[in-house]
């Protein structure tokens, strides 16, 4: 049954709000996290640190006075940063617009509203907004739409509108701008106009939205045209490249798999969703499912990483999953949350939440540092030699395993901060039956006429305690998510005898003010095996502990052995901290006849003595300086004795 | 000992002559090598349809024409092609040079005069020549060093003028041109003028074989200025980019690995032996020769292939080497040779011919189709799906499987042509004890007062014969290179028993005319085992055949079952024709509860039937159309019974 409700998007602080939906998403204020808890601190740092970082380097760089000079007729040849800079300060207007949606604080309003000034004056009266064409001096506008971004910047500018106004503030000068934007690309881009699509997908998933939030259905029909007109090769193609790196290659709804440029090819999924499911196109929706589940299936990371390619930030092959080379842009893992997330909404299945936890676990909460003012970028599995020194200029990958404070292509550290700042709002939906809990947090819930607290050390312990305040009138079922991974699992409702809760859902009726309902998740370390078509990674075991995959850094191992010349069997490991201890043993070194490392011999296990070793989350990864880190760890095959029958 | 000889290089027709060496090369016509054999049959396509079809691409794509626009004044905002475009020109012109010192054709050297003339036009006054600076509307000369590949244009010219004033012409009008080349860049490069180096090494090692050609020393110092100035950081960096892109991380002298773009640092790092050779310098010799170690025991493919990333075409890490994004570019192979073959010529060390076959049969060889006229530009081992067309078009990189006819940066091609043209000066050389046969191949010797008879299906079979005809009144000592895996080689001697020889060299001393020499080497297939650092192959082997690595092409299997989906007991395989038969084990999938190819249950070995499949050469993957393909199969590791104590 699909839930049809009227739009409520304005009013509701979500960032996805489909017309008809099995589930929907609570306010991003109805959820205030703890300020303790694993998100919390993530948030308060990301509010106190991060958003003013990110506008200091952008002030610095000159991508700010870019909009200046613009507005002020020049000079535009001294225009600093790539083509796509402006959608930073649109991703990092929408973060500050979650983030005072989410808790409101006057220093932060006014920084925010005199940047969306400076953004204002630079738009031409048309409605076009954008500092890198179309000014004297500049090419043209729309000459470039394989790599000039144009589209993609305006999408990121109507998504910051769309978080300005369902936080309160509809009439706000951002919304203004951006839906005269909106305007100015469907008169430029509608039918029997321009028949182009921008190289880089943004603008469809937000033009759903910006039509939804705007009550303006033309939006969701731009969005539309946008979806329908990629893969039929109209954009040029720049050298050494192909139309597969941004999805020209194939119809979105003929493909059968995700591919190209990652973040490209995840946005756009997102954005034909939203068409889809508000337009009943079932063929496109099923075509977009398929192509999920196949690339969750074969060409997503353990952490729920995507894209494996440096080379074109893109995805591989089916098993092309290289631990070393993993790519995994910090980026890629927001845009596979937003994807996953529209996903659920429309189906209201498990696998997406699921996905999601794994994805915020280890790929969001893997990029920043503690402070907040450093970044990853790139989120390899496996990093052979540690990183020399800290990073404290603009960095091009942060390769080496070192976080740095901003990029030439510095699109991760706003990514990050505007998925914090929303983070409440993928934590729980609402269905016709009642509340649903996808994601443990602790703190209280206050939504739809149901009032929770939540209590739990999640993830560092298993015990989440939901002590029920109020209930509505309506649906009064609350549904847990129990994850994928979870292995005796029990759910205690008030008095009663614990119950057996698998993976899945676990739903507990007839709720009512005073109920509580305890989840006891067991956090026991446990080893994971990849599956055996991942050349990568074939004969290695991780350590994953509840949401959190774990790793094993040099800084951990005793003086002179190294991470990439140690095994380890096969055998569940002990708890420990927030991570785990196994034994590992030291490999023999197969030494060759030849100077190359190819020998006649075949690698034999060694009789080295095993040694316990600390594995640590691998979020935590280089938190303590540059370190060897790897996730999966050859398993020790034992040695066959030759005098054996 | 070091020989030290007076420079006979402008008579002798080989590619490298240093000053004092160990050894020296043969001339390129002093080995003619039989038509029928394994290189004399693709020396003969090379010379029949290669060089034909290299020039017709860049007549078609107007990379020739340049030169005339840049003769006649313009117009010059018509130029095609990248700013390298040049070099294609060049080293089809080396090409041409080595071809008709092999073997005369007055069709060829009309078609060579011809494009020489086109050449010489386009040089300006003062000896700069390129088409793609300097001139009205250009970008001033040198304004782009890290990629305007302005120096690394002319080194190919140089390289080409070295080839031509060797094989007979020291008067032509292109060494002319290049030593005019030569002047001014010595003017403009030299100690007291600019301080650059090219972004792309070239200029080093062609200016240093020029000085030996050309009897001018200043050549010589001039590269040594290059070579000492690089790794300084003297560059710009362009975006995304980083020193050790084009090695300006780290002097020469200093590096202990070979890093960055792969032909970029294999060039520098022959031209820097070129220099520490002519000067002496012992302090560079030895680091080189510790960086070529280093490089080959812990970034260099069983092919011999050299780079591992796709991403800047660039060494990876230790270890880091990926069977299925292999790299391992054409021209890095080529570059290889060069050094490995300089680092003989000055040590006489077994280890660099031995390298030196290894990448001649399964990188050098591979490139190439059977009609000379198709090639591989990056040469993985290990694809998983088919391409699925034939390329008819100018073609990125390749991938996928299938050859192509022209790149878009097309560099391979006619590095393969100058290859195989000036083959037979690697194949042999010569010391002051007498002549070193190093590479197998049938053909008739005729060099330094040696004249001999090689017989040899080499390497379809290893027994070569060697009918001794004259030997010089000086050195008599035959000098044989065991191969590095030859197990079990024996050579006899006239009618003296057969004498078991052991890998490196094997010396048949006193040889008179009449002496007749056969080597035996066994080509049984043998299993061949990666050092179990490399992660990305750990737990598989491969088979050799010789110098051959061999493959498994998805053509040679039953339907239905992928080459990704078998594994192979490590039994020595069967001999079968050029190649080898073994048996293979169909490996049952893991299944996993989750949506994620990851699973807590460990891989299993199946129990399904074992059958036999034929592995062929690498080199000829994909003959027989598009296929998948992979060299190194995972060991079948037994099922443990956990019924057993």
């Known amino acids: 049954m699909v839930l049809e409700h009227a739009s409520t998007a304005v009013t509701r602080a979500v960032p996805v709000a489909p017309v008809t939906a099995r589930a929907h998403g609570l306010d991003v204020a109805a959820f205030r996290v703890d300020a303790e808890g694993f998100w919390g601190r993530r948030q308060a740092v990301n509010a ?6 990110c506008l200091e380097w952008m002030d610095r760089l000159g991508w700010l006075a870019n909009f200046d000079r613009v507005a002020d007729g020049g000079p535009l040849d001294e225009r600093t940063g790539w083509v796509f800079s402006d959608s930073e300060i649109y991703k990092l207007l929408e973060a500050m617009a979650w983030e005072l949606g989410r808790a409101p604080d006057p ?11 400076r953004v204002a004056r630079a738009q031409d009266d048309d409605g076009y907004l954008g500092t890198a064409f179309g000014h004297p001096g500049q090419a043209p506008r729309y000459s470039d739409l394989s790599m000039g971004h144009e589209l993609y910047n305006m999408g990121h500018l109507l998504q910051a509108a769309v978080a300005r106004a369902r936080t309160g503030a509809p009439d706000d000068r951002l919304v203004e701008v951006a839906r005269r934007a909106a305007d100015h690309i469907c008169r430029e881009f509608g039918a029997g106009a321009r028949e182009g699509v921008c190289g880089h997908a943004e603008i469809e998933v937000a033009l759903a939205e910006a039509g939804r939030a705007f009550g303006e259905r033309r939006y969701l029909e731009q969005a539309r045209l946008f979806v329908e007109r990629r893969g039929r090769g109209s954009l040029p193609v720049p050298p ?11 119809p979105v709804r003929e493909a059968h ?5 990652a973040v490209r090819a995840l946005y756009l999924s997102a954005g034909a969703v939203d068409v889809a499911v508000d337009t009943g196109d079932d063929e496109l929706l099923a075509a977009l499912e398929r192509q999920w589940r196949h690339t969750v299936a074969r060409r997503t990371y353990l952490t729920g990483g995507m894209g494996s390619r440096h080379q074109d930030e893109g995805f591989g092959d089916d098993w092309e999953l290289p631990a070393d080379r993993a790519y995994c842009e910090t980026c890629a893992g927001v845009a596979s949350i937003m994807l996953a997330w529209r996903l659920f909404l429309h189906t209201g299945d498990v696998v997406y939440p699921d996905l999601i936890e794994r994805t915020l676990f280890n790929v969001v909460a893997t990029s920043p540092g503690d402070d907040g003012r450093s970044f990853f970028y790139a989120n390899p599995l496996h990093q052979r030699e540690a990183g020399a020194l800290a990073i404290d200029g603009v960095n091009t990958r942060a390769e080496g395993g070192v976080r740095a404070p901003w990029f030439e292509v510095s699109c991760c550290p706003t990514n990050v901060a505007r998925t914090l700042a929303s ?10 039956e009642g509340l649903i809990v996808l994601q443990y947090a602790a703190g209280e819930v206050d939504a739809d006429g149901w009032r929770l607290r939540i209590d739990t050390r999640y993830p560092d312990d298993g015990r989440v305690r939901i002590t029920v305040r109020d209930v509505p009138v309506g649906g009064t079922r609350l ?8 292995d005796g699992a029990v759910v205690t409702v008030d008095d009663a005898g614990p119950l057996v809760a698998v993976p899945g859902w676990f739903d507990v009726d007839d709720v009512i003010p005073g109920t509580t309902v305890e989840l006891d998740v067991p956090l026991h370390p446990r080893l994971t095996f990849p599956d055996d078509r991942i050349d990568a990674v074939r004969g290695g075991v991780a350590i994953e502990r509840g ?9 951990d191992l005793p003086a002179g052995v190294s991470i990439d010349e140690v095994s380890m069997s096969p055998v569940r490991p002990q708890s420990f901290a927030d991570g785990a201890r196994a034994e590992v043993i030291p490999r023999r070194r197969v030494s060759g006849s030849e100077t190359l490392p190819y020998t006649a011999t075949p690698p034999r296990a060694t009789s080295g003595r095993p040694f316990p070793v600390t ?3 691998y979020h935590r990864w280089a938190e303590r300086g540059p370190t060897a880190m790897r996730v999966f760890v050859p398993v020790h095959v034992l040695e066959e004795d030759p005098a054996a029958p």
């Not at 949401?547 to 800084?555: A, D, K, N, Q, R």
């Open 107 to 117: 220093a932060l309003e006014a920084t925010f509203g005199d940047l969306v000034d």
């Open 479 to 486: 549904r847990l998510r129990i994850p994928s991974w979870a």
């Open 547 to 555: 949401p959190l995959v774990l790793c094993l850094e040099s800084i």
């Open 615 to 617: 594995f640590v989350p």
């Open 257 to 261: 798999t995700l591919r190209g440029h």
């Open 48 to 53: 106190e640190a991060t958003l003013a970082h």
């Open 423 to 432: 983070l409440s709002a993928y934590a729980l939906a609402s269905d016709d």
């Open 240 to 250: 050494l490249q192909s139309p597969e790196y941004f999805q020209d290659d194939v």
